[in-house]
């Protein structure tokens, strides 16, 4: 295949963007590409930063109930002890509390990609993954509606990163980690110049050199953002106390920034709980402009999941589908209100409370251990699906006539690891 430079970045599988780095020529970006953006050593790095790209586009497409999307990840909480930590229980009052939102399995890294990606791909693992080419994303939904979008790491040393970690350069200490970037994992992102160019930092300590607040005071913030605080911010090194603190210093400011709120809905929300034993339920809190004043301070115990992030903006802009666990997922009842989305339960016959729980996963092409190793297919029969969206047609074309299995449903009862789909018990 020919990685030649072209104009727009097209959805994953249909190759027709700039893949080259700069400087590189198509037939040698192969080899660069594994490890340009890789190399962690201090030099290396200031190296790779010179040159590094960055850009921040800019869109308004209106949506049917919020103008913007902002997505804040904390870590490894369970539901109980992040709700009466006082600074996340304060900003539930200032929104809606999702009191029934589950992560989709363990450790981290599946549930960061479940959220871009539509599954976690049998991940079970916090590795170096790289997922296929040829799986797409949010980011092509987005693309295709041209809704403008970036992903802001705290500590990330410069835009397009794409190394496994990086320290605290003082103290050592863990800081930047790829597992909680979901968007550098797929390859269908990271072999396009043009979106590593999207994957920026953010700095509380060097506001000066921080992305995210230099497209603040330009007014370029994206439509669709996703926030990941660093390892000690985010409660993955410290505890809730100290990750509510960091969210009141950072959001409060945002929510009277006019460059911020403009009609925004912000999903604060963890990544996993911390007992795994128990059923894998996190807080999550839907909040901003967007949400409207009389449900401030209510709760909503609909069904949700990483899921709800990607049906709840597909609705919101009418975006096409991935064809995967996105079709089937609850929208945001408030959103789905308005955009027609219908607010699924549970079917009784799938016993929820006794069975299932969300806490390892099902096999894949990621799982280390037994079981199905194929990528499994989008769902194609998935076009017709209750909401009325349609798949992406870039996966459509990339997908027809696949002989890979397929086990994706319009439907809220997901498989997770005790309820495998059919062949990918691990
Ligand atoms: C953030 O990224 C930019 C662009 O790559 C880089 O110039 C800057 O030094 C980074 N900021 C910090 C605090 O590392
Ligand atoms: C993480 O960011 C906070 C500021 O938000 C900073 O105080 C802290 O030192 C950073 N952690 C590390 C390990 O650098
Ligand atoms: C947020 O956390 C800080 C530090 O623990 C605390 O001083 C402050 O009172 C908290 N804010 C609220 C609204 O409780
Ligand atoms: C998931 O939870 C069930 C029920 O508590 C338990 O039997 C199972 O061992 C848990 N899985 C892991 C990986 O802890
Ligand atoms: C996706 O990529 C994998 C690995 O390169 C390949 O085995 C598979 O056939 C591809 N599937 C499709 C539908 O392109």
């Given at each position: 295949m020919l990685f030649q430079a072209a104009t727009i970045v097209a959805a994953a599988g249909v190759v027709a963007a700039s893949r080259c780095k700069p400087g590189t020529t198509s037939s040698s970006s192969t080899i660069g590409w594994e490890t340009v953006y890789t190399a962690t050593g201090t030099a290396a790095v200031a190296a790779a930063a010179a040159t590094a790209r960055t850009s921040s586009p800019t869109s308004k497409v209106k949506g049917k109930v919020f103008d913007r999307y902002v997505s804040i990840w904390f870590e490894n909480t369970d539901y109980a002890k992040a709700i009466a930590d006082p600074n996340f229980s304060a900003f539930a009052k200032q929104g809606i509390t999702l009191s029934n939102f589950h992560a989709v399995t363990h450790p981290s890294e599946p549930n960061y990609i479940s959220v871009v990606g539509?599954?976690?791909?049998?991940m079970q693992n916090d590795d170096f993954n790289q997922v296929n080419i040829n799986v797409s994303t949010v980011f092509d939904l987005l693309d295709h509606k041209r809704i403008s979008w970036g992903v802001y790491q705290e500590d990330m040393p410069y835009s397009g990163f794409e190394g496994q970690k990086y320290v605290n350069q003082k103290t050592g200490a863990n800081d930047y980690v790829r597992k909680h970037n979901p968007a550098v994992i797929f390859d269908s992102v990271a072999h396009f110049e043009d979106r590593l160019s999207q994957i920026k930092n953010l700095s509380l300590i060097d506001v000066a050199k921080s992305q995210f607040h230099q497209d603040l005071k330009a007014d370029k913030l994206p439509q669709w953002m996703f926030i990941t605080p660093n390892m000690t911010s985010d409660a993955h090194d410290a505890t809730i106390t100290y990750a509510g603190n960091w969210l009141n210093l950072f959001l409060t400011p945002l929510l009277k920034d006019k460059n911020f709120m403009q009609n925004t809905l912000v999903l604060i929300t963890f990544?996993?709980?911390?007992?795994?034993?128990?059923?894998n339920k996190i807080l999550s809190i839907a909040l901003g402009d967007a949400v409207p004043q009389h449900l401030a301070g209510t709760t909503d115990d609909s069904f949700y999941n990483h899921y709800t992030e990607l049906s709840t903006v597909e609705a919101n802009w009418d975006l096409p589908t991935l064809g995967r666990w996105d079709v089937g997922a609850n929208v945001l009842q408030f959103v789905a209100q308005q955009t027609g989305d219908k607010v699924r339960k549970w079917d009784p016959s799938y016993n929820f409370e006794a069975k299932y729980f969300y806490n390892q996963s099902y096999a894949g092409p990621f799982n280390t251990k037994g079981g199905l190793h194929e990528y499994p297919a989008p769902n194609l029969e998935l076009d017709h699906s209750a909401s009325g969206r349609k798949i992406l047609d870039s996966i459509k074309k990339t997908w027809r006539g696949s002989k890979n299995p397929t086990y994706y449903?319009?439907?809220?009862?997901v498989n997770d690891g005790l309820n495998p789909p059919a062949g990918y018990a691990v």
């Open positions: 539509g599954d976690y791909f049998g990544d996993e709980n911390s007992g795994y034993a128990l059923k449903r319009d439907a809220i009862e």
